[in-house]
């Protein structure tokens, strides 16, 4: 079994297209989850205890469940609430729900590994709690949210690979429907493996670079 | 909702759940003493070695791919290299060359985290190097690797859902035989789920359990 290099290079435009669309996805999971986390995981700590228990309870049983789960769940309960996404969208959705539960968790250690005295002080100048919390915690917060929250914005990506059961055309699905098709197996693998450690590889770098700017 | 539907779903559910846990409990038993030795081993071996660039390189692609190329890779070129496996077996080895990969890293990690002076200590009381790691060294670690071995087992069981893919008939793939047969997608996910999350949320209780009992189990002071 040798390894066919022209089949490795004729899969290729296919699966560099797919590739495109696992980033599309990933990068707007992320984005949205990124951006829902930190209000989500704030609301854990003050809101109103009704907030805190759904926000907790949701948090829990969406760690406590494969990513897997959620997709279909996602997939299934969308089009029943009357909101019909495509595939794309509803991947989009179900990332961001998973990306973002881990996310809330990331932001509320790290908010509560600060010394006491942060929120302490603040409260004894007045701040309001809630302002406390955004404007006083959460960025000294960033430095320890950056490394695993990066650690888990990295499953994300590799999660997209599940969407290619609900037809999204990412590398999976591509991959796995050109192995059907073209009978090559090797190269394709390769290739597949090959283009989500550059992804993967490449949220990394930037945020390694990211962490080297927020400890200056 | 229909609870009696729901009810019979929940016990429909129970015999696949039971290959989830046999999946996961049997990756897990396969691939701790393998990543966490060689987690170990990798402490051991100069940055230059062979060895150590052939390990990270594993730990890079185990860390750097989605599982589920790595249950093709498992399901696609096992058998174009001749070997025939049964799928629950085929499923138990993606499983234990993804977790491995983990915990390697988590082994390390522990290892790396006794502090060096236990090392200085054993050297100077004249121990040569394995001795030390072996009777000093690992003992201190093992406490420090229960926690993260357990967490890797709650990754194992929601990445046997994966394995679904593969057609192998676990929780995932039952509950959406139910799903298609039924069309009734709430109740079924919601019982899939409630066995998922029993399942992982039992054994992170038993793992802080475990885990308090070792840390308090008194012996070696925390070494920082």
């Known amino acids: 079994m040798s390894f066919d290099w022209k089949a490795f290079f004729e899969v290729m435009p296919q699966l560099l297209r797919a590739a495109v669309v696992t980033v599309e996805v990933s990068v707007l999971s992320l984005a949205f989850a990124c951006l829902v986390a930190p209000p989500l995981a704030i609301a854990r700590m003050i809101g109103p205890w009704p907030v805190r228990v759904l926000v907790g309870a949701l948090v829990e049983v969406v760690r406590g469940i494969p990513p897997l789960v959620v997709i279909a769940f996602v997939y299934f309960a969308l089009p029943a609430i009357g909101l019909v996404f495509d595939g794309f969208w509803t991947g989009v959705t179900a990332l961001t729900v998973v990306g973002a539960v881990y996310a809330v968790e990331i932001v509320r250690s790290s908010i509560e590994s600060l010394g006491r005295g942060q929120r302490e002080a603040a409260l004894a100048l007045g701040f309001p709690l809630w302002r406390t919390y955004l404007e006083l915690l959460l960025p000294q917060a960033m430095k320890r949210i950056l490394p695993p929250l990066t650690n888990e914005l990295a499953n994300v990506i590799k999660a997209s690979a599940l969407l290619s059961v609900i037809s999204v055309h990412e590398i999976s699905q591509v991959g796995h429907s050109l192995i059907f098709e073209t009978f090559v197996v090797v190269e394709i693998i390769i290739q597949m493996a090959i283009l989500y450690l550059i992804i993967v590889g490449c949220l990394t770098v930037l945020s390694r670079a990211l962490e080297r700017r927020l400890a200056h | ?224």
Do not use: C
Not at chain 2, 24 to 43: E, F, K, Q
Not at chain 2, 46 to 71: C, E, K, M, N
Not at chain 2, 122 to 143: E, K
Not at chain 2, 196 to 209: E, K, N
């Open chain 2, 1 to 224: 909702m229909d609870p009696v539907f729901m009810l019979d779903v929940l016990a429909r559910l129970l015999p696949p759940l039971g290959l989830t846990m046999a999946l996961s409990l049997v990756a897990l038993v396969l691939a701790t003493p393998l990543g966490l030795g060689l987690g170990t081993l990798r402490t051991m071996l100069p940055d230059r070695h062979w060895g150590s660039w052939l390990l990270d390189a594993y730990v890079f692609f185990v860390r750097g791919t989605p599982i589920l190329i790595q249950i093709f890779a498992v399901y696609f070129l096992l058998p174009a290299a001749g070997i025939r496996l049964p799928l629950f077996w085929m499923g138990v080895l993606a499983l234990v060359f993804n977790s491995a990969g983990y915990q390697i890293e988590i082994g390390r990690a522990a290892i790396n985290s006794v502090a060096t002076a236990q090392w200085e200590a054993a050297t100077a009381l004249g121990f040569g190097r394995r001795q030390t790691l072996i009777d000093f060294i690992v003992p201190q670690a093992v406490r420090r690797m229960v926690g993260p071995v357990m967490n890797e087992l709650s990754q194992l069981i929601k990445a046997s859902s994966v394995l679904s893919i593969i057609t192998l008939y676990e929780l995932h793939k039952a509950s959406e035989a139910i799903i298609s047969a039924s069309f009734r997608f709430v109740e079924v996910l919601i019982v899939e789920g409630f066995w998922y999350f029993s399942f992982v949320y039992a054994l992170s209780l038993g793992a802080q359990l475990v885990e308090g009992r070792l840390s308090s189990a008194g012996g070696l002071a925390e070494s920082r």
